[in-house]
């Protein structure tokens, strides 16, 4: 009987370090896309925060949010990193309906968010702050997302994660 238990056991410990192992690596590669993502696109991030004031950590934290570091499909086929609803062509083209906006590219993606956001009534209030805090804020309590307090904490946590 005892025989029996520790085989159990041992078989039980296999798969948990197995299971940790897989958990493990699956981490190190999100945080490794999400790596990928940040190099490739701060810099842009970086620009249009001069132009629009809009602290770029917090145009990075939304996109990477918004696109799971680029790996979604609306960033993929569409070009679309902040979930900005509006015409495609995926229907012809791919057989997929979506209510998302197609863009030409990742940068008309980034300058449509920032130009939307600079149409709302908290921007002028907020244009040029670095405090990443009330911007989130102010965006989730403008109705940007449709769960704000889940969407806040994931926006703040990458912020603070990647020391965006």
Sequence with gaps: MKRKNIRTIRSNATKVLI????????????????????????????????V????????????IVETGAGESRNSKLLNNHFGIVGSNNLRQTHGVRTRYKQFSDVRE???????????KYYYARLKG???????????????????PTVWKKRIM???SRYDL
């Design 19 to 50: 299971m940790t192992l897989f958990l493990f690596g699956w981490h190190l590669s999100e945080s490794y896309a999400q790596s990928d993502y940040i190099e490739e696109h701060l810099p842009l991030a970086d620009s249009l925060s001069k």
């Design 52 to 63: 629009y004031g809009i602290p770029s950590s917090v145009i990075m934290g939304i996109a």
């Design 109 to 119: 993606s980034f300058d449509a968010f920032c130009s939307m956001v600079a149409r």
């Design 129 to 147: 702050s670095e405090d990443v805090e009330k911007w989130v804020e102010a965006m989730a309590s403008a109705g940007y997302s449709t769960k």
């Design 157 to 159: 946590t990458i912020i």
